[in-house]
């Protein structure tokens, strides 16, 4: 099992910067696909970015552009560089893992991942 720790939430106005980190920690196997899920009150969880062993990256539409996922392997740690935030982009924000494939059509799924971070919450303010 993978055990995921999420940092880097806070509160920001809109057009600021934040990048949340995701440390992982368990055996992640050669084949993986991790990726940033955000939750705002009253919504259901949405897939906003994926990355897998193959460096493919995945982003939901209205983060294109302004969202850059990464992971850096030798750090164990995932990361969601977001730019240019806006008060719609307020929710909790999870990492998920997914260690035994690569992403494929079902990256924005809940159901394609299997382990999760318990969250952190960014306000983004107008």
């Known amino acids: 099992q993978v055990q995921l720790v999420e940092s880097g939430g806070g509160s920001v106005q809109a057009g600021g910067s934040l990048r949340l980190s995701c440390r992982t920690s368990?055996?992640?196997?050669?084949?993986?696909?991790v990726g940033w899920f955000r939750q705002a009150p009253g919504k259901e969880r949405e897939g906003v970015a994926a990355?897998?062993?193959?460096?493919?990256?995945h982003y939901t539409g209205s983060v294109k552009g302004r969202f850059t996922i990464s992971v850096d392997v030798a750090k164990n740690t995932l990361y969601l560089q977001m730019n240019n935030l806006k008060p719609e982009d307020t929710a909790m924000y999870f990492c998920?893992?997914?260690?035994?494939?690569?992403?494929?059509?079902?990256?924005?799924?809940?159901?394609?991942?299997?382990?999760w971070g318990q969250g952190t919450l960014v306000t983004v303010s107008s």
């Open positions: 990355i897998d062993n193959l460096a493919t990256t």
């Open positions: 368990g055996y992640v196997y050669n084949w993986y696909c």
């Open positions: 998920a893992a997914n260690p035994w494939r690569a992403c494929d059509s079902t990256w924005a799924r809940t159901t394609a991942y299997g382990d």
